[in-house]
């Protein structure tokens, strides 16, 4: 077998075929994609057939490998089949920005690109990464940040609702989560996915945060507003002009929102500061004193701020886009235009 197709090769192809078959827009074309991976001319069917002229040794490994190839690909023809013929389909939750890139030379997502800038800013500073679940208890995304139930901005989140469970929405609901893990002092970030029932040019029902969260002694607000200064400096490479507007949020008091002077028309106005001359890119504070206590620190002892930005607002300043469904859509001529 291995002068004729080997296991690397047809598993390059299943993770091909697990792509495909996922992306299928109607019944016909995931038959054509059946034909092509399970029908009898393809490599799996040729690969299956040629097993008899193996060892009986190689024939156990090899085998075994193979049909669960073959059946991964059945059993995702067999639920492609059943979403389609409902109307559901996959809510985007793993959605993959790793995947590998077929065809043309690969190159990262340019939100991966963003990402990976910030974390490298951040990992200066020695800031640990920190994770949580994207499917949050209310618990975590909500009452522990001192949005208890029926406090009116709740509904300000719309929020998409899984039984007792919500889908995250804003990175938030990690800060709980970092000062369980790892206590105060605390320098953490945590970047990934949020969702909002909420869909245009500049909103999408699946967007991505970044959160920082500092936790120390004698921490205050003039620390915030070095870190964001200098954080939006390094980001977009040139000096930035900065302003903070008191705002609210539950989970920190004192609360502001950050507007930069607009980055592309230098704070002269246009379409995309709406002829402002501003542009909001976060909320941030410093954290609420029952917030702490949740995540078991101390208030009187410590103090901490945190700050909560769209990533893909970064990316469309950082890249001059003005349409946030280009990330999504995965169009290889726009994708192949970023490098850095
Ligand atoms: N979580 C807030 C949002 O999604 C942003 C924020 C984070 C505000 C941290 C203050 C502190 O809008």
């Given at each position: 077998l291995s002068d004729l197709v080997p296991l690397s090769t047809l598993k390059t192809l299943l993770v091909e075929a697990l792509s495909l078959i996922e992306r299928a827009k109607d019944l016909s074309s995931l038959e054509q994609l059946r034909v092509r991976f399970l029908?009898?001319?393809?490599l799996i069917s040729l690969s299956l057939k040629k097993?008899?002229?193996?060892?009986l040794e190689e024939r156990k490994s090899t085998g075994a490998e193979l049909h669960s190839i073959r059946s991964s690909v059945q059993d995702a023809l067999e639920e492609k089949k059943k979403a389609l013929k409902t109307g559901?389909?996959?809510?985007?939750?793993?959605?993959?920005?790793?995947c590998p890139v077929y065809g043309e030379e690969a190159t990262f997502h340019p939100l991966t690109l963003t990402m990976q800038r910030l974390e490298d800013i951040f990992f200066q500073w020695g800031c640990v990464m920190v994770d949580g679940p994207q499917i949050e208890s209310d618990y975590y995304n909500f009452t522990a940040l001192n949005?208890?139930?029926?406090?009116?901005?709740?509904?300000?989140?719309?929020t998409f609702y899984i039984q007792d469970r919500v889908?995250?929405?804003?990175?938030?609901?990690v800060q709980i989560h970092a000062m369980r893990e790892w206590g105060a002092p605390l320098r953490a970030i945590a970047m990934g996915p949020t969702y909002r029932c909420d869909s245009d040019a500049t909103h999408s029902p699946m967007f991505h945060q970044l959160e920082a969260l500092w936790v120390d002694k004698d921490l205050n607000f003039a620390n915030l507003k070095g870190v964001l200064q200098e954080l939006l400096e390094l980001f977009f490479e040139r000096k930035v002009n900065m302003r903070l507007r008191r705002s609210f949020f539950p989970?920190?008091?004192?609360s502001a929102e950050v507007d930069i002077?607009?980055?592309?028309?230098e704070g002269q106005g246009c379409r995309t500061c709406k002829q402002t001359g501003w542009l909001e890119i976060l909320g941030c504070g410093m954290v609420h004193p029952s917030v702490l206590e949740h995540g078991h620190i101390d208030p009187a002892c410590y103090q901490g701020f945190a700050f909560g930005v769209g990533v893909e607002r970064l990316a469309m300043l950082k890249y001059g886009l003005?349409?946030?469904?280009l990330f999504y859509e995965n169009d290889p001529r726009f994708l192949r235009q970023f490098f850095r």
């Open positions: 029908g009898k001319k393809s097993l008899k002229e193996l060892s559901s389909s996959s809510l985007l939750l793993d959605w993959d920005y790793h949005i208890p139930e029926n406090h009116p901005s709740r509904t300000m989140h719309d889908l995250r929405t804003h990175t938030s609901s989970f920190t008091e004192p002077a607009c980055v592309l028309c003005s349409d946030l469904r």
